[in-house]
């Protein structure tokens, strides 16, 4: 399976971005997708997870209410919805998935991993 990650992009604070993770090779209709960020000099951590009916989905506190995760199956594609940007939210945005069907906050519960997409969000 690949996982193609796209639609980071510099917007300005308050702004708002549409990340894209298009998966090919497999159908991921099935599992657990989730996004992940990394900013610099900091460890990587969970963003938002959805089960693979897109229920169940889970956030981390701090984009809460700002981020919406949604996916569509029959596209093989899970999108990462991005309001109310903030400066903290710069990071390289990464998508994976868990071959699981629980949905899982921890990395080292998914299976295979997508390059990532820079967002940058100028104060």
């Known amino acids: 399976v690949q996982l193609q990650a796209s639609g980071g992009g510099l917007v300005q604070a308050g702004g708002s971005l549409r990340l894209s993770c298009a998966a090919s090779?497999?159908?991921?209709?099935?599992?657990?997708m989730g996004w992940f960020r990394q900013a610099p000099g900091k460890e990587r951590e969970f963003v938002a997870a959805i089960s693979w009916s897109g229920g169940s989905p889970k956030y981390q506190d701090p984009v809460k209410g700002r981020f919406t995760i949604s996916r569509d199956n029959a596209k093989n594609t899970v999108y990462l919805q991005m309001n109310s940007l903030q400066p903290e939210d710069t990071a390289v945005y990464y998508c994976?998935?868990?071959?699981?069907?629980?949905?899982?906050?921890?990395?080292?519960?998914?299976?295979?991993w997508g390059q990532g997409t820079q967002v940058t969000v100028s104060s």
């Open positions: 994976a998935i868990d071959w699981g069907d629980t949905v899982e906050t921890t990395g080292y519960e998914y299976d295979y």
């Open positions: 090779g497999r159908t991921v209709s099935r599992y657990v």
